[in-house]
Structures are given as C-alpha cells and as structure tokens.
C-alpha cells in the first residue's frame, strides 16, 4: 500500500512541474479522462477498440442459439487484418479454443504473435494459439482463395513441426478436406505422403482378389444411421464363393510388388532381416506364397478377407469434412465427386458427405508384422540359418500355413535349380581336329577327285586344319618340311640341286622355275595351305565377311551399348541371329564370341580383343 502511495505521489510530481507543462507538447492539449503516465496495473489493464468490438459480435441478437463456429468466423472476419503488439506474453491452453475462450492478455498474445507468423516468423507458444490459427485458415480468413489457405497450413505446419509435432494428425486431414471441399487437385494431397499407403493397400486387394476371386473392393452396404444410403460411385458385384486354384511355379500376380506393398503396410521391417539380405529372392517368394494361401484360407473359412481383416472393411460410410475443427459451412455444398487414389473416394449428395475406402487402421499394420516376422522366423529354421529368431505369440493355424508353403517353397527351388554347364575350351581344338578326321574318312572317291589337292596331291586343307598348318613352319615344296633342299626320299642330288636352284629362281623372278627332266610337276597349292588364314579370305571375292547388323552388333557389345537397334536391324529372332554370327566366326576365333545373359547378348570377356581387331581388319 505504501509502495502504491509513493508511485502516486512521484505521478503528481512530474505532472505539476512547471518544466513539463512548459513543454510544445502540453500547450495546447488538455487530457483530463485518461492520465498521461500510467502504472502497470493500469497498462494491462489497457485494451484497443477493436477488442470490444469483437466482444461485442457475441452479444448480438442473431448470435444467441447461433453455433459457436458461426460467432467465431464472424469476430475471425472483423479482425482479418488487425495487428497488435504486445510486449508481454500471456499462455493458452484450451481443448477447442476461440476468440471467447481467451481473456484479453490472451486476445493480445495472439494476434502480436500472428502478425509475426504473417510476415514469416514462426516462433514457439502455446499450442491452442497456434491451432486457432489453423482453425482461421480453414474458414479461409485472410485468403483470397482456398488454394492460398492451402499453401499457407501447409507452410506453417512445416515451420510449427520443428517445434512440436502436434499438429501433425490434424493438419493433414484438414489439408485433405481443404482439398476436397474446394475441388483442389489430389496431387496436391498425394504429396503428403498418402499415395504410398493407398498404393500398398490397392495392390494387396489385388493379389486377394486373384487369389480368391473375391473383390475386397467391392464398397459393402453404407451405415447411415435409418437414413436412405446415397447412391454409390461403384456398387457392388456379387460373386461365388470359391476356392482358389492354385499353383506355386505360376503364381497369380507379380511377386516383387505384392512383396513391396507388404513391407511398406508391414510393422516388421522384414527388409533389414539379415536372411533377407542374404537370400531376398527365396524370402520373396515365401512371403507371396504364404499370403496367397492365407487369402484362400480367410476367404474359405472367415466372414472377412485378408486384407479387410487387417485394414478395415471397404465401405462407404458418412463422412465430415473439417471434424475436430472449428469450421462453419456458410451454404449447402453442391454435389460433387473427389477421388484420391482407387481405395479412397468422396462425394457429396445432397449437401452430405460419403467417403469409400478401408475404415480402418491406415498405418503400418502389427497383424501384418507379426505375419512376417513368423515367415522370417520359420525361414530362418527351415534352412538353419546361424541367426535364429525366438518364437512368437503366432496362431498354431498360421505357423501351419507358413511351415507348409515355406517347405514348397524349398522343394520348388530345389527341383527348378538351374543346371550347371562347363567346358572345358582346352579341349575344343581336338575335338574339331577329330571332326575333320572322321570328315575325310566319310569322302567317297569322287568327293575326293572334286576335292582341291596340295602340291602331294593330298587333300587340301581347309578349317582347323588350315589353320594348323598355317601356325606352323612354313611349306617349301622344294626344300621339304624342314627346308633342307633335296632330302626328299627318292630323288638325287642333282635333282635336289635342280630344285633348289629353280625356287631360288621363283624367289628372284616371282615366276616358277622349269623342273628338272623326269622330275614331277608339283600341283599348284591352295591358298589355304600357302598362307594364314585372314579375315578378308573367308568370304567370296567381293563379299563382305559381315553383314551390315552383324558388325552393328559387334560394334555395340564391343562399346559396351545398348545391342537392340542392331537385334531389330537384323529381322531374324536375336538367338538365330546369334548363332548365324558364331557359326560365320567360328573358323576365325575358333570359338563362339556372343554369348546370352538372360535375354541380352554379350561379348566373351576372352575374345573382346579379337573381335576388335576383326572389326578393324575388315573395315
């Protein structure tokens, strides 16, 4: 009390100095009302007009019996564009907050913080503030457009999450209702992340239905409460019961997809398993098998479907847009069709709303985890891997199903193995110089006599053999195999120094020498056996040994490109084609140089540099 009096009695002082009311400023004004300086208590007890008037809106006559979202977006309008700038700051917390809920130290902290928010500065208070913010930008207060409401809760609920994450479930459906309710394109919405989801849950009801033949989604009959239903976008079909047919070596849908919706709807994250990093293909296949066979079983003994009994049941139910927040629908909404994704539809009849979709969890399932984390475990112990996982509460019928498709699964690899094949190159030249042998053996007399001869009169030599003969020393027909002149049996030194003296002639001259009297004329030899073989000597004269797509081909698998435009240019099936080109290279490298991984032909690392030296030989 005391303190009070001195604070009072120091206001008068300065008031009544002379000094002060000397001062430009007091001259010619007079405040009698309100006081010039003022104490704390009555500074924040201080509160602009605009405040009133916005009280005031609560109190007219068309506000009693209206709902509070009506006096809400009514006082919201007024003060669209008002700014404060309160020093202090004032906490609030309240489970639906409003403009009515706040006192006026409140009111204050609010809209100085807002206009901070407006001009891009998010900082961290209370979490009604914020979410009264939230509620402002649904009704499209201070947006021209419901695009711009869209972008700005998207925006602040970024900034705000760094902060804290409890905004996090509401903005998103609040952002999806902002779309649908304004006719927004979806992709504005997928871009939250729900695509994946709604993805994964579309082609699990894929795999059941070819499973089972049963479509999980075929919408069941709405719940509307005794009110007539609306009419749905896609009414269900009804079809037969029956059991699947099934066989593991061709199942009914792709298997890498049906894997990568389970682990992405999955609670166990089967893709950090040290099995699957080792074996993804076998857990793969086990997985798709056992959800196959668990499809039929729910589909034969359960009211419910696989994928219904994890996600919820399709259906199409009533649904409001904005729930949770503070939203007033001016009019009636008009009819209308919104689709975000094919297990997710909207519309609106009669100015109700309807959403088709799973009414269930919408989020990685446990079921489903615990699922695949019996797979992982009965895996793992089918093929005694040194990592065992402890069991598991799992259903005796389910370790039933998993343990019996996992030991199909097993056998099937094992009977579908691929065969392994080797050869051994070492071994290619005898086996085609005992070709050319029983060859030779199998000529008749006049296949012979056709038969170009050698300068003995003995077969030419062709294929191997010519190359054979081209590796070794070279022939001199006068000077014998090993070139001594003349140590041919049968024939004297004077003819030996005969010979010898018409192949120094040839050598000089480049025209043969006359033979000795009574010596025999050599035949001439075959260019085969005369020279090594080339490239350029394999094809007729005046034709190329490769064809336009066959040195296109080479050309690509020796570049390391892509091999298609040559296999199109070709005309012919690529494994044809393929072969015709060994075939024709056969007598140049001695082997086969394309060879097939999987469905593309590649280049034999070890004749990579033959068939570039092939290409530039005959280009």
């Known amino acids: 009390m005391a303190r009070s009096s001195n604070v009072e009695r120091i206001i008068e002082q300065i008031m009544a100095s002379d000094r002060l009311k000397a001062s430009a400023h007091f001259s010619a004004s007079r405040y009698g009302d309100e006081p010039i300086l003022?104490?704390?208590?009555?500074?924040?007890?201080?509160?602009p007009g605009a405040y009133r008037k916005m009280r005031a809106v609560a109190q007219r006559p068309e506000a009693l019996g209206a709902p509070a979202s009506w006096v809400f977006v009514e006082q919201a309008r007024l003060m669209e564009n008002f700014e404060?700038?309160?020093?202090?700051?004032?906490?609030?917390?309240?489970?639906?907050?409003?403009?009515?809920?706040?006192?006026?130290?409140?009111?204050?902290?609010?809209?100085?913080?807002?206009?901070?928010?407006?001009?891009?500065t998010v900082r961290k208070t209370s979490l009604s503030y914020a979410f009264v913010y939230l509620y402002e930008l649904v009704n499209l207060v201070g947006c021209a457009t419901a695009a711009e409401a869209f972008d700005k809760l998207q925006s602040f609920w970024r900034a705000w999450r760094v902060f804290d994450t409890g905004l996090d479930r509401n903005a998103r459906i609040w952002l999806r209702d902002l779309a649908l309710y304004h006719g927004l394109d979806p992709a504005r919405v997928k871009a939250l992340g729900n695509e994946a989801c709604d993805a994964a849950l579309l082609e699990l009801a894929r795999a059941e239905r070819a499973a089972t033949g049963a479509d999980p989604l075929a919408p069941a009959s709405p719940r509307t409460d005794g009110e007539a239903a609306p009419p749905s976008p896609q009414p269900a079909k009804k079809k037969a019961r029956r059991q699947a047919a099934y066989d593991f070596a061709h199942p009914p849908v792709a298997?890498?997809?049906l894997f990568s919706a389970i682990c992405a709807l999955s609670a166990y994250r089967v893709e950090n398993s040290r099995l699957y990093k080792e074996q993804?293909?076998?857990?793969?296949?086990?997985?798709?098998?056992?959800?196959?066979?668990?499809?039929?079983?729910?589909?034969?003994?359960?009211?419910?479907?696989?994928?219904?009994?994890?996600?919820g049941t399709f259906s199409t139910l009533p649904y409001r847009p904005f729930e949770n927040a503070v939203f007033y629908e001016a009019a009636r909404h008009d009819d209308a069709t919104w689709e975000l994704s094919e297990v997710d539809r909207f519309f609106c009849a009669s100015g109700r709303w309807w959403r088709t979709t799973f009414h269930g969890a919408r989020?990685?399932?446990?079921?489903?985890?615990?699922?695949?984390?019996?797979?992982?475990?009965?895996?793992?112990?089918?093929l005694d891997f040194p990592y065992p996982l402890k069991d598991g509460a799992a259903p005796k019928y389910l370790e039933r199903i998993v343990s019996k498709e996992i030991a199909g699964c097993l056998a099937w690899e094992r009977a579908h193995a691929p065969r392994v094949i080797q050869i051994d190159r070492s071994k290619l030249s005898g086996?085609?110089?005992?070709?050319?042998?029983?060859?030779?053996?199998?000529?008749?007399?006049?296949?012979r006599a056709d038969k170009p001869t050698d300068a003995f009169g003995a077969p030419a030599a062709s294929g191997v053999a010519a190359e054979a003969q081209a590796g070794a020393a070279p022939f001199n027909a006068a000077a014998g195999p090993s070139g001594d002149a003349g140590r041919q049996p049968g024939r004297s030194e004077a003819e030996a120094r005969g010979a010898e003296h018409g192949a120094e002639s040839e050598s000089r001259t480049g025209t043969p020498a006359a033979a000795p009297a009574g010596a025999p004329v050599p035949a001439p030899a075959s260019p085969s056996a005369a020279a090594p073989f080339s490239p350029a000597a394999s094809a007729?004269?005046?034709?190329?040994?490769?064809t336009p797509a066959e040195r296109a081909l080479l050309e690509a698998l020796a570049a390391g490109s892509d091999p298609a435009p040559a296999l199109a240019q070709a005309g012919a099936l690529p494994s044809v084609f393929v072969d015709q080109l060994n075939e024709?290279?056969?007598?140049?490298?001695?082997?086969?140089?394309?060879?097939?991984?999987?469905?593309?032909?590649?280049?034999?690392?070890?004749?990579?540099e033959d068939v570039q030296d092939l290409l530039r030989e005959t280009a």
């Not at 793969?284 to 359960?302: D, I, K, Q």
């Open 38 to 47: 003022r104490t704390a208590s009555q500074m924040s007890g201080f509160l």
């Open 584 to 608: 024709k290279l056969f007598d140049v490298v001695g082997d086969a140089v394309v060879e097939f991984d999987g469905e593309n032909p590649v280049l034999v690392e070890d004749y990579h």
């Open 84 to 120: 404060d700038s309160f020093p202090e700051h004032a906490p609030f917390e309240r489970y639906y907050p409003t403009y009515q809920a706040m006192t006026d130290r409140q009111l204050r902290t609010y809209f100085t913080w807002r206009a901070q928010v407006r001009a891009g």
């Open 280 to 311: 993804p293909r076998l857990m793969r296949r086990a997985t798709c098998a056992v959800f196959w066979r668990l499809a039929a079983y729910y589909h034969s003994n359960r009211k419910t479907g696989l994928t219904e009994s994890l996600f």
């Open 363 to 382: 989020d990685r399932s446990p079921r489903l985890g615990r699922l695949m984390r019996t797979i992982d475990r009965e895996l793992r112990r089918a």
């Open 431 to 447: 086996i085609r110089s005992a070709a050319a042998s029983t060859r030779e053996a199998l000529l008749v007399d006049e296949e």
């Open 540 to 546: 007729a004269p005046g034709t190329p040994l490769l």
């Open 255 to 257: 298997e890498r997809e």
